[in-house]
C-alpha cells in the first residue's frame, strides 16, 4: 500500500510526519537513533502523548524492510496513533521515510 505524507516538525535526529497510509491517518517520528526505548520521551515531547491514541515503537536496521515493518504496525494502529522509527543508520531512515512518502533531500536530518 502506498503512503503519502507531509513533514510537520524537523527534529534534531530526524523528522514528524503525517502520514496517510489508505484509510489510516497516524503521526510518525522518524529519527537516526539506537534502538532505546529510554530514547522515546527525548524524541516525542510530553504534550505531544495526550494527542495521540496510542504510541507505537519500531526499530529499523540496515537489513530490515521498511515497508513490511510499517504493514505489520499499521494493521495494529488506529486512525490518530502515532509510531516511532529508530532508524539504526542513514540508510535505514532515507528508506524509511521513502516507505513513508518522502524523498531526499527534504527527508535528511539535520
Known sequence: ?????HIVSVLNQ?????????????????????PDLDRIAGIVPQ?????HGSL???????ADSPGDQISDIAFNMDNGDAVVFL???ESA?????????QHPPS????
Open 87 to 89: 532508524c539504526s543508520d
Open 47 to 51: 504534550e505531544h502523548y495526550d494527542r
Open 93 to 101: 531512515y532515507m528508506a524509511t521515510l521513502h516507505e513513508l512518502g
Open 1 to 5: 500500500m502506498h503512503a503519502s505524507s
Open 14 to 34: 530526524g523528522l514528524v510526519l503525517e502520514v496517510a497510509l489508505g484509510d489510516l491517518d497516524f503521526t510518525a517520528y522518524v529519527v537516526v537513533s539506537e
Open 107 to 110: 527527508g535528511h536530518p539535520s
Open 56 to 62: 507505537h515503537v519500531a526499530a529499523v536496521g540496515p
